[in-house]
């Protein structure tokens, strides 16, 4: 059964790095048809995505315009986990996190998500 | 970006009848592949979305078949054919035709 396993603080500073890691269980990172995801919510921008990284032959990111200048996906092919950094956070990032495999299915598998609250 | 509202807000319905929800999209999900990438959620309460129909109108493996996903181009709909007590939550629709992926605003379902 495929899984996924969120983890990272859920209490950030402004102006600081949101850092989270998705560990991937029944499936691999760097499978030629996943794509891995970072999706968050909140009340005030409901579900948005923020970007995916994939593994095609080499590595591709792709990232929301609306934080394309602060975000970092990662994948780490020796843990079989890929994660999220997003910089200079401020309240407004405040949300739960998710971490999402889209297959050929569509985003069919999600972590438990993870509450982050940017305060001082 | 590619618009997706759902109406309506939420919904309020009696066990054993019958719920709809609509979608549009401000652009075509159907893709030069031939497939139309609108998606349907239900996210119960503390949990993460849960995928109940893909590519407009495929039901999700497990998804029981009151779930009914219809639709084409811009305009979609998802019905419960017979709403029972646990299909309560927060049902979302998502494309994924380009980037970025975006999703409705969600529609609320209770029992009456």
């Known amino acids: 059964q495929v899984q996924l396993q969120q983890s990272g603080p859920g209490l950030v500073k402004p102006s600081q790095t949101l850092s989270l890691t998705c560990a991937i269980s029944?499936?691999?990172?760097?499978?030629?048809?996943?794509?891995w995801n970072w999706i968050r919510q909140s009340p005030s921008r409901g579900l948005e995505w923020l970007g995916r990284t994939y593994y095609r032959s080499k590595w591709y990111n792709d990232y929301a315009e609306s934080v394309k200048s602060r975000i970092t996906i990662n994948a780490d092919t020796s843990k079989n986990q890929f994660s999220l950094q997003l910089n200079s956070v401020t309240p407004e990032d405040t949300a739960v996190y998710y971490c999402?495999?889209?297959?050929?299915?569509?985003?069919?598998?999600w972590g438990r998500g993870t509450l982050v609250t940017v305060s001082s | 970006d590619i618009v997706v509202t759902q109406t309506p807000l939420s919904l309020s319905v009696t066990p054993g009848q019958p719920a709809s929800i609509s979608c549009k999209s401000s652009?075509?999900?159907?893709?030069?592949?031939?497939?139309?990438?609108l998606f349907w959620y239900l996210q119960k309460p503390g949990q993460p979305p849960q995928l109940l129909i893909y590519e407009a109108s495929n039901r999700f493996s497990g998804v029981p078949d009151r779930f009914y996903g219809s639709g084409s181009g811009t305009d979609f709909t998802l019905k419960i054919s017979r709403v029972e007590a646990e299909d309560v939550g927060v049902y979302y629709c998502m494309h994924s035709k380009q980037l970025p992926l975006t999703f409705g605003g969600g529609t609320k379902v209770e029992i009456k």
């Open positions: 999402a495999r889209r297959s050929r299915l569509g985003i069919d598998l």
């Open positions: 652009q075509s999900l159907l893709h030069s592949d031939g497939k139309t990438y």
């Open positions: 029944g499936d691999s990172v760097s499978s030629n048809s996943g794509f």
